[in-house]
């Protein structure tokens, strides 16, 4: 187990390499902040074609944790749920830090593969640029999707609070770019549609942000089944208390530092109706239904429930 001076030296290191970052940021201009590779925008600060170039020397595990999502989804929560699970089994700490893995310097797939497992890793990045060690592995995903009106508000308020991503000026103007996949990672329908066609190649389980705010034990099932790490009751109980949205957010300071507000907002379904225009709402309706509509995985987003006024 690492010590607890160790672990005040990892998270000093961490919070001293985002101060740097978005002093960085700050004398950067918005186009500076984003680049594109492979057709998609990245934030320049934090991934490099390099370290995407690098991404090959990764060794996956059969027991490695592999979370993937589009920007907003719940990243931050899955990732402090497997976290807490792993904890709870090993009474020591995942391997956690390098989490994102297109996040940091070309050689951090290296360090990754000194690390003892479990480790936990997370993406944005596509099906496509997904490591193929990955599949040969069989390692096991976790997607996890949220409906795509409150994942674009809380892409807004995110783009606008944190020093590394291109800010708005306006709402409309973002919504605009989110429409047509202009952001970064970008489109929400492409993503998420991709992983249509992957769905049942077995390794993979889908979960939902909103299913996750409805019932977290029932969910916290499915991943610890999921893993096979069989939880007893009174630990899926304890992950529970430290995972909800409360918990999380108080400790935000100790696990983001003072971009935890950043990453922990509201934390609600619905936030939506108090940004999107009734014409706005209508607009991607109308994208929802030409990309997902009738699709396995826009039945799991629970369109109707969720993106209604
Ligand atoms: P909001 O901006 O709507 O509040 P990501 O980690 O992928 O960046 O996702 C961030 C979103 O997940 C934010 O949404 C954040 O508040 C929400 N979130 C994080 N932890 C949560 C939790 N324990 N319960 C509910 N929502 C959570």
């Given at each position: 187990?690492?010590?607890?001076e160790?672990?005040?030296?990892?998270?000093?290191?961490?919070?001293?390499?985002?101060?740097?970052?978005?002093?960085?940021?700050?004398?950067?201009?918005?186009?500076?902040?984003?680049?594109?590779?492979?057709?998609?925008?990245?934030?320049?600060l934090?991934?490099?074609?390099?370290?995407?170039?690098?991404m090959?020397?990764?060794?996956?595990?059969?027991?490695?944790?592999?979370?993937?999502t589009?920007?907003k989804?719940?990243?931050?929560?899955t990732?402090?749920?497997?976290?807490?699970?792993?904890?709870?089994?090993?009474?020591?700490?995942?391997?956690?830090?390098?989490?994102?893995?297109?996040?940091?310097?070309p050689?951090?797939?290296?360090?990754?593969?000194?690390q003892p497992?479990?480790?936990?890793?997370?993406?944005?990045?596509?099906?496509?640029?997904?490591?193929?060690?990955?599949?040969?592995?069989?390692?096991?995903?976790?997607l996890?999707?949220?409906?795509?009106?409150?994942?674009?508000?809380?892409?807004?308020?995110?783009?606008?609070?944190?020093?590394?991503?291109?800010?708005?000026?306006?709402?409309?103007?973002?919504?605009?770019?989110?429409?047509?996949?202009?952001?970064?990672?970008?489109?929400?329908?492409?993503?998420?549609?991709?992983?249509?066609?992957?769905?049942?190649?077995?390794?993979?389980?889908v979960?939902?942000?909103?299913?996750?705010?409805?019932?977290?034990?029932?969910?916290?099932?499915?991943?610890?089944?999921?893993?096979?790490?069989?939880?007893?009751?009174?630990?899926?109980?304890?992950?529970?208390?430290?995972?909800?949205?409360?918990?999380m957010?108080?400790?935000?300071?100790?696990?983001?530092?003072?971009?935890g507000?950043?990453?922990?907002?509201?934390?609600?379904?619905g936030d939506?109706?108090?940004l999107?225009?009734?014409?706005?709402?209508?607009?991607l309706?109308?994208?929802?239904?030409?990309?997902?509509?009738?699709?396995?995985?826009?039945?799991m987003?629970?369109?109707?429930?969720?993106?209604?006024?």
């Amino acid at each position: 187990m690492a010590s607890s001076e160790e672990k005040l030296t990892k998270k000093e290191i961490f919070r001293a390499e985002m101060k740097k970052v978005a002093e960085k940021a700050s004398k950067m201009k918005p186009e500076e902040l984003q680049f594109k590779y492979k057709g998609i925008l990245y934030p320049s600060l934090l991934c490099s074609e390099a370290t995407f170039q690098a991404m090959e020397k990764l060794e996956a595990r059969e027991d490695d944790v592999f979370i993937i999502t589009y920007p907003k989804c719940g990243t931050n929560w899955t990732i402090q749920i497997l976290h807490e699970m792993l904890f709870e089994l090993h009474n020591k700490e995942p391997t956690l830090d390098q989490a994102m893995l297109e996040f940091g310097k070309p050689d951090k797939y290296e360090y990754l593969n000194q690390q003892p497992s479990p480790r936990v890793m997370s993406s944005h990045i596509t099906y496509e640029n997904i490591p193929k060690t990955f599949f040969e592995k069989k390692t096991k995903i976790l997607l996890i999707l949220r409906n795509p009106k409150d994942t674009a508000v809380s892409y807004y308020h995110f783009s606008n609070n944190n020093p590394v991503l291109p800010s708005y000026e306006s709402w409309d103007l973002f919504f605009k770019d989110y429409l047509s996949g202009d952001v970064i990672y970008g489109s929400y329908f492409d993503y998420t549609l991709q992983w249509e066609k992957h769905i049942d190649d077995g390794n993979i389980l889908v979960l939902t942000f909103e299913d996750m705010k409805m019932d977290l034990p029932k969910e916290l099932r499915k991943i610890s089944d999921f893993y096979g790490l069989s939880l007893t009751d009174e630990q899926i109980k304890k992950v529970h208390e430290k995972t909800t949205f409360k918990s999380m957010k108080e400790n935000s300071g100790n696990t983001h530092g003072n971009l935890g507000n950043v990453f922990f907002r509201k934390g609600e379904i619905g936030d939506w109706k108090n940004l999107f225009t009734e014409e706005q709402s209508k607009e991607l309706d109308a994208q929802f239904e030409k990309y997902l509509a009738g699709t396995k995985l826009g039945k799991m987003i629970n369109y109707e429930k969720y993106c209604t006024f």
